[in-house]
């Protein structure tokens, strides 16, 4: 049957002709095993060291295996259909993405279906409209819960050490509920500060609106304003960026280095501020390795495509504590830095 040119102008202008031509296209290329592996890697923060690194992970898969890499910033929703879109053009088979929003996984994850994509998810795990993980689609993250623990016991090892009257110390526990991963890893933080024994009423929540040091800046400081009493703090996050702006706000109110025992979690966001030649109250992070998360998702990915071998549908990375002792030692060794 011919189709009339007005109405194949009207499919494509509805993005149906694409949408339907494109999987048979991806699939025939597919099982015809592709010789060019092209993959995309999505981040929702480009601008965070983490996914710099993750990135740099990326490109060391790419230099092994010798595929094609796009790497992409997705801030939003739209900047994530778009850079799927551009994939597809552009003949890549797969992508590996970070989402701005976990709630956008059904949407992401029927894209890539339709376009014919293999999707795996880093860092930050999809959920669907009732709230639950999409568990079908392979992960790969943080044991987010163990290193949030990891931070509430050097948290609480660190005060004892420098004995703080527990009456004059209080937690300030910069959190962002919205997004699993990051609730997983502040309450895995205070429950092992409450089980070492730290008092729960001196255990305080700051929500950050934005995961970024204006965000958790900003909640550190309502916090401090409410608290005057509260001589010595106890600082921790779902991130380095998290517990960096908190340790800002002590600053701005006059606390001095001394008095602040701040803990992050990444390991990647806060190299400079622990080269600083005077220390801060910033004094760790649960360090994770971004570059392995980025070569790993990449690698699996790859074998995905060229040899058809399904990703696990749930990989965990663990964490080890940094200091100003020992951070370049770890760091050079972990790749991170030179
Ligand atoms: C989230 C955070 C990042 C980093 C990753 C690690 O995406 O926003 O800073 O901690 O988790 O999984």
């Known amino acids: 049957m011919k189709i009339p040119a007005l109405f194949v102008l009207l499919l494509a202008g509805l993005g149906l002709l694409s949408a ?53 910033g997705v801030q939003d929703g739209e900047k994530v259909m778009t850079a799927i879109d551009s994939l597809v053009a552009g003949g890549a088979q797969g992508f590996v993405i970070c989402t701005p929003d976990v709630r956008l996984g059904p949407a992401i994850a029927a894209r890539a279906k339709l376009t014919g994509l293999k999707l795996i998810t880093v860092d930050d795990r999809f959920v669907s409209a009732d709230g639950s993980f999409m568990t079908d689609i392979p992960y790969l993250g943080m044991s987010a819960s163990k290193i949030g623990a990891a931070q509430g016991s050097a948290l609480y090892a660190e005060f004892q050490k420098r004995a703080w009257p527990v009456a004059e110390t209080a937690v300030c ?6 997004l699993d991963t990051a609730r997983e890893r ?86 400079d501020e622990l080269r600083k030649a005077k220390p801060t109250g910033f004094h760790g992070s649960m360090l994770v390795s971004a570059p392995s998360e980025g070569f790993n998702t990449s690698e699996m990915l790859y074998h995905w495509i060229k040899d058809g071998t399904a990703p696990a549908l749930d990989t965990r990375t663990t964490g080890i504590l940094i200091t100003r002792e020992n951070f370049e030692a770890v760091l050079r060794k972990e790749g991170i830095i030179e």
């Open 20 to 72: 339907c031509s494109k999987p048979a296209a991806t699939s025939a290329a597919t099982s015809a095993a592709p010789a060019a592996v092209k993959i995309g890697y999505l981040v929702k923060q480009p601008e965070e060291p983490w996914f710099q690194y993750e990135w740099k992970g990326a490109d060391a898969a790419a230099k092994k295996y010798g595929h094609e890499l796009v790497k992409l």
């Open 173 to 178: 526990a910069v959190t962002f509920e919205e």
């Open 186 to 271: 502040t309450d895995g933080s205070i429950a092992a500060l409450k089980s070492a024994g730290f008092p729960a009423d001196r255990i305080f929540k700051a929500p950050q609106k934005t995961t970024d040091v204006p965000g958790s800046f900003d909640a550190a400081g309502i916090l401090l304003t409410q608290h005057p009493g509260v001589k010595h703090w106890l600082v921790l996050g779902m991130n380095d960026t998290a517990v960096l702006g908190a340790v800002r706000a002590t600053e701005g109110r006059g606390f001095a280095a001394e008095n602040v025992i701040g803990i992050g979690i990444n390991g990647t966001d806060c190299i």
